[in-house]
Nanobody
Framework: QVQLVESGGGLVQARDSLRLSCAASGRTFSSYAMGWFRQAPGKEREFVAAISWSGSIYYADSVKGRFTISRDNAKNTVYLQMNSLKPEDTAVYYC????????????????WGQGTQVTVSS
């Protein structure tokens, strides 16, 4: 069992930066692929970024070049550095853990956090 707690969300202006953190419980964190997803009001939850246990990374096209995912296995934490934020990045951001090697598919993530709100004003 893995418990995930996100933090770092808030209200920022367009072009600002924000870093989200996701702290995980459990001693097997390093073996999980980790991902970030987001859900905007009235929209379905969508993939943002994922990182495998070995550090392979995959981004959604909408955030490529602006967002950076990273992990610190010693701290059981995964991060999402978000730069050049846009109003369309406004959403609840969720952290998730997958037992697979690497995936961007929501149904393959086994554990989810409660989410943290990111609001970007224009």
């Amino acid at each position: 069992q893995v418990q995930l707690v996100e933090s770092g969300g808030g209200l920022v202006q367009a072009r600002d930066s924000l870093r989200l953190s996701c702290a995980a419980s459990g001693r097997t964190f390093s073996s999980y692929a980790m991902g970030w997803f987001r859900q905007a009001p009235g929209k379905e939850r969508e993939f943002v970024a994922a990182i495998s246990w070995s550090g392979s990374i995959y981004y959604a096209d909408s955030v490529k070049g602006r967002f950076t995912i990273s992990r610190d296995n010693a701290k059981n934490t995964v991060y999402l550095q978000m730069n050049s934020l846009k109003p369309e990045d406004t959403a609840v951001y969720y952290c998730a853990a997958s037992k697979t090697t690497m995936t961007s598919r929501q149904e393959r993530f086994d554990y989810w956090g409660q989410g943290t709100q990111v609001t970007v004003s224009s």
